[in-house]
């Protein structure tokens, strides 16, 4: 066993591309661990000129001048950024002011319903075990809606770090769809010479991270308009913010939907107790759960979905605890990255065999 290892080691410190694509990988991952925090807007432009590119991209391939290109998106995601930020985010921020402020009331009403199955089941449940069951959510529930209610005042506190992000990441983003080839070219002046692994691996990566990036919002988009018309014409309480949490949920493959579903069940329970409209939102919910998993999952993200579904939730949890949201939204791609960083490594031992 340990010559067996030691010799795959010296194979691959004889390739000198395989010890190429391995430092760059490593030393890209460990600035962005330990300097992610400092240069975090100029990664979150990066990530969004990289989205930003396909629109450019398919006005490119119409015979439209790249430059005109390149305004003509970022207008437009500069129109969008403002619509979202003054008119999306408000309401949002409304309904979970309100949410926050009507725990208390939420909490009684979910006790009383709870006295009642003890008149119901007095031999499963007893008047005692309720009491102290309540009294322990409801604390917990107070603390929460402080805590909700307190984030504005955190948030006015940042105000510093929200003008960055509003001023330099826009102003980022436009001189990286502007001068992509300049900014690339001299990078890569400093990558090793030796890469013939390394762009196999970027080029197969970069197509698939570009599909995943493009996918992942128009699922986002798709799941959270679909679940705000379904909850607006059923009538459901705060119907804005639960449709915003459902589309975010898509975030974090298998565990998002259930997490998701938890305060949308506990919202139409205490709105509407055990009744037909609980019944109608809650299978109206689990179909739009259902043909997102089945139909819009496969079909946008053919590649990630041939990874096993115990890798893309421990990517997410890995890249989440290591990067935060971005490693979350960026697990499948980096899953990818290590397996085709595998698959490379396999393919340059059979070479040098």
């Not at 979910?110 to 075990?129: A, V």
């Not at 009491?131 to 529930?141: V, Y």
């Not at 001023?167 to 013939?196: A, E, H, T």
């Not at 179909?287 to 997102?292: A, E, L, S, V, Y």
Request: charged share 10%; aromatic share 12%; hydrophobic share 55%.
């Amino acid at each position: 066993m340990g010559h067996s290892l030691l010799d795959w080691l010296k194979r691959k410190t004889d390739n000198p591309e395989a010890v190429s694509l391995v430092s760059v990988i490593l030393a890209l991952g460990l600035i962005i661990y330990l300097f992610g925090h400092i240069i975090a807007p100029i990664l979150v432009a990066i990530v969004l000129a990289y989205l930003l590119e396909w629109g450019i991209g398919a006005l490119v391939k119409k015979s439209c001048p790249r430059m005109i290109a390149v305004i003509t998106v970022y207008l437009l995601f500069i129109g969008l950024s403002i619509w979202i930020i003054f008119g999306l985010l408000p309401v949002i921020w409304s309904q979970l002011e309100t949410l926050a402020s009507q725990i208390p009331q939420m909490v009684a009403k979910g006790q009383h319903l709870l006295q009642d199955l003890t008149l119901r089941y007095p031999d499963y449940l007893t008047q005692d075990s309720i009491q102290d069951m309540t009294n322990r959510i409801g604390a917990q529930m107070g603390d929460l809606g402080k805590y909700m209610l307190s984030i504005s005042y955190s948030s006015i506190m940042n105000i510093a770090a929200i003008l960055i992000y509003m001023i330099l990441v826009p102003l980022l983003v436009f001189f990286f769809l502007k001068d992509k080839s300049l900014i690339i070219g001299w990078f890569s002046q400093y990558f090793p010479k030796n890469r013939g692994l390394l762009k196999k691996v970027g080029s197969e990566v970069n197509q698939q991270i570009g599909n995943y990036i493009t996918g992942k919002v128009v699922e986002i988009i798709g799941v959270g308009v679909a679940t705000y018309i379904v909850f607006l014409y059923m009538g459901i309480h705060y119907p804005l913010l639960l449709a915003f949490l459902t589309g975010l949920s898509v975030l974090i493959p298998y565990i998002g939907a259930v997490v998701v579903t938890i305060p949308i069940a506990i919202i139409s329970y205490l709105q509407w107790g055990w009744s037909a409209d609980f019944g109608y939102l809650m299978v109206a919910h689990l179909c739009i759960q259902g043909i997102d998993g089945n139909f819009i999952v496969p079909l946008l993200f053919s590649e990630a979905v041939s990874l096993h579904p115990v890798a893309i939730i421990g990517a997410a949890l890995i890249f989440g605890g290591i990067w935060g949201f971005w490693g979350v939204f960026f697990a499948i791609p980096l899953a990818t990255l290590v397996k085709a960083m595998i698959n490379a490594l396999k393919e340059g031992q059979a070479v040098d065999s």
